[in-house]
């Protein structure tokens, strides 16, 4: 398997390829749902990881939660790839940007 494997008859479950998806993305993604959603992570094998989602209410129940679990993993993976690749060069933008004027 490869990417992500969506299952939403069984309590919101989502299959994640650790190929694709790295440890501080999916936590970052989980962090944005555990206000309203129970959320669980464990491995599913030695390839994959399983995270499972469930309302805390009745009320809060939504059909596309894990559709937007999804769409927010996928942002914060990305997120993640663009700060290894060009975290550096943000930073010596932002201290440039920053850096005092001398006085002549």
Known sequence: MKGISMSTA???????????????????????????YYVGIQPADEY???VSIQPKNADDADKNIVKAFCNELIEQQVRHD????????????VEQAFYPLENK
Do not use: H
Not at 10 to 36: H, I, M, Q, W, Y
Not at 82 to 93: A, K, P, S, T, V
């Open 82 to 93: 663009l700060q290894n690749r060009f975290g550096r060069l943000r930073e010596m933008i």
């Open 48 to 50: 994959n990881i399983e």
């Open 10 to 36: 069984d309590n919101g479950k989502v299959v994640l390829s650790k190929e694709f998806f790295e440890r501080e993305p999916v936590f970052a993604a989980v962090s944005r749902f555990t206000d309203r």
